[in-house]
């Protein structure tokens, strides 16, 4: 079974518009983590936000928060007043205190379009 | 931003040839981490070090051997270079003390086998 599910291959949003980008996730630890990074055409890869599974808020990082349900193992990431540069591609990856490497396994990934 | 550098940035080889590609960290992080990204595959772990000379296999690790001889080096060998291995490969490092680090990403190589 799939790890992280990304169902949105791809996004499009009017700028300065919210937009939520799903990710559901599928674990059997009760500690976890999960993480949002952005991926622009130049391609690298940049950190976003992590919620932390015993986190009771949710993560806020300025423009971005993670909508965290736990029961629905769902993490979905809202991005508020969506930016021209907000275009990008968005993987959700999730890492689970039982793996010794410690490693994170990602979703497929969503293209987010910002249009003007 | 944490100092990662992948080398060389992009490459074009011919099937069969062998290709190292190199990861340098300048933060002294435990942990290093290969990756290959695929379109509609996200990334997906090829091999991990947990420390100098401790390395393990990840998801995809068929084809390809690793070595850290090093803290701050790691490196990904593919002894015999094929077409499937064509993508695009990240470094990454995390601290790995506990908690749930995020794991920082050097800038990827682009590798090409024709």
């Known amino acids: 079974a799939q790890k992280i599910t990304q169902t949105q291959p791809g996004m499009f949003v009017q700028e300065k518009e919210a937009v939520t980008l799903d990710c559901t996730y599928d674990?059997?630890?009760?500690?976890?983590?999960l993480f949002w990074y952005k991926q622009p055409s130049s391609g690298e890869m940049i950190f976003l936000i992590y919620?932390?599974?015993?986190?009771?808020q949710n993560a806020t990082e300025g423009r971005y928060s993670l909508n965290f349900q736990k029961a629905r193992k769902s993490a979905n990431l809202v991005i508020s007043a969506s930016q021209l540069g907000d275009s990008a591609m968005y993987f959700c990856?999730?890492?689970?205190?039982?793996?010794?490497?410690?490693?994170?396994?990602f979703g497929s990934g969503t293209q987010l379009t910002v249009l003007p | 931003d944490a100092g990662i550098t992948q080398s060389p940035r992009h490459k074009v080889t011919e099937t069969g040839t062998p290709v190292t590609l190199r990861c340098h960290q300048t933060?002294?992080?435990?942990?290093m981490y290969w990756y290959r990204q695929d379109p509609g595959h996200g990334l997906r772990l090829i091999h991990y070090s947990y420390g100098v000379k401790d390395t393990d296999k990840g998801e995809v690790s068929d084809g390809y051997s690793v070595s850290r001889s090093k803290t701050e080096d790691f490196l990904l060998t593919l002894e015999s270079a094929t077409s499937s291995q064509t993508s695009v490969y990240f470094c990454?490092?995390?601290?790995?003390?506990?908690?749930?680090?995020?794991?920082?990403f050097g800038p990827g190589t682009r590798l090409t086998v024709l």
């Open positions: 919620q932390g599974s015993y986190d009771e």
């Open positions: 990454a490092i995390s601290e790995g003390r506990g908690g749930l680090n995020e794991q920082f």
């Open positions: 933060e002294n992080h435990r942990y």
């Open positions: 674990t059997s630890d009760q500690s976890y983590g």
């Open positions: 990856a999730m890492r689970e205190i039982h793996d010794s490497a410690r490693q994170l396994t």
